[in-house]
């Protein structure tokens, strides 16, 4: 198994909802990532976890909040987002994060803010 | 800190052209190079890597060779098909730290 599976595909949320972007990975994998990509631009690094710690954060808003329940899963959880926050998110995981390592990547979750 | 450089987009052939898309970077060290395709609705895809100076990556007719001297990287492929219509980007990953993406070009195939 070689996939990243991310769900839902499509989220449709207002600014006051609380809702939560799940990831799977069954590669062993012991690095994953959390990405932001807005329409034609690159995916943006947004949270790195190594060995299911939390190694990088980017300097995201405290409205989205990551979680690593074991190396397998990975979650995003959103609450009082705003609608500049609309975008594909992408999850990624790799080997492991030191080292140059590809990563593989999920179909990601489009997410409306309204 | 490390950068990716793209050649502006969005590029449009016709089937079977010759493809040449450019990427240049800055970094310290010896970094990893990549080139990612993404279509549409989609996550990034590897499309092929090179770890070292002078390595050629190669995958599904395309290459790209890790050119030191110029700090170059750029995607070649022979004959595109109109499968080939996606965004691509050029990528780094150094030997520790997180990847550095290029702007991603757009190209399109017409038949």
């Known amino acids: 198994d070689t996939e990243v599976t991310q769900t839902p595909k499509h989220l449709v949320m207002g600014m006051t909802n609380k809702k939560s972007l799940k990831c799977e990975q069954h590669?062993?994998?012991?690095?994953m990532y959390w990405y932001k990509q807005k329409a034609k631009k690159p995916p943006e690094l947004m949270f790195v976890y190594s060995y299911e710690k939390l190694s990088i954060n980017e300097s995201v808003p405290s409205r989205f909040s990551p979680e690593c329940p074991n190396s397998s899963l990975l979650n995003l959880h959103l609450h009082a987002l705003q609608p500049e926050d609309s975008a594909l998110y992408l999850c990624?995981?790799?080997?492991?994060?030191?080292?140059?390592?590809?990563?593989?990547f999920g179909s990601g979750t489009q997410l409306s803010v309204l | 800190g490390d950068s990716v450089t793209q050649m502006e987009g969005p590029v449009t052939l016709s089937e079977e052209a010759f493809l040449t898309i450019n990427c240049t970077y800055t970094?310290?060290?010896?970094?990893?190079l990549f080139w990612y395709v993404q279509y549409p609705g989609e996550g990034l895809q590897l499309l092929l890597k090179a770890t070292k100076a002078d390595d050629k990556g190669s995958n599904k007719g395309f290459e790209a060779t890790y050119r030191k001297e110029t700090t170059s990287f750029h995607l070649e492929k022979g004959s595109v098909q109109v499968s080939d219509s996606a965004v691509y980007f050029c990528a780094l990953s150094p030997l520790a730290g997180k990847s550095t993406f290029g702007d991603g070009t757009t190209l399109t195939v017409k038949p």
């Open positions: 590669m062993g994998h012991r690095a």
């Open positions: 990624a995981s790799s080997p492991a994060v030191l080292g140059s390592e590809k990563l593989f």
């Open positions: 970094a310290t060290g010896y970094p990893s």
